[in-house]
């Protein structure tokens, strides 16, 4: 299993970011995957979920109308669009896949939000 995310970057308050995380050696399409964030000195906290096909999405009342999470299941990716970023939002954002008892996770990507 191996999770990729990319697209993290500076960006002032206001902007926004698309993240991706590329996914390989499972069966994608069969897969719930879920962004998880972890800012410096708090634990990990879930940000959002989407169902293996995407039809059902769930996300923390932190981001809920703000941040979407998508994915597409013929490129094995999953994004998440961040609108209306806060500082609040600056993190280490992880993609993350439960397979069968499992997380797997991503090796994260910098989100820094500040003027």
């Known amino acids: 299993v191996q999770l990729v995310e990319s697209g993290g970057d500076l960006v002032q308050p206001g902007g926004s970011l698309r993240l991706s995380c590329a996914a390989s050696?499972?069966?994608?399409?069969?897969?719930?995957m879920s962004w998880y964030r972890q800012a410096p000195g708090k634990e990990r906290e879930w940000v959002a979920r989407a169902s293996s096909t995407g039809g059902i999405t769930d996300y923390a009342d932190s981001v809920k109308g703000r941040f979407t999470i998508s994915r597409d299941n013929s490129k094995n990716t999953v994004y998440l669009q961040m609108n209306s970023l806060k500082s609040e939002d600056t993190a280490v954002y992880y993609c993350?896949?439960?397979?069968?008892?499992?997380?797997?996770w991503g090796q994260g990507t910098q989100v820094t939000v500040s003027s």
């Open positions: 993350a896949a439960r397979i069968v008892l499992r997380q797997y």
């Open positions: 050696g499972f069966t994608f399409s069969n897969t719930p």
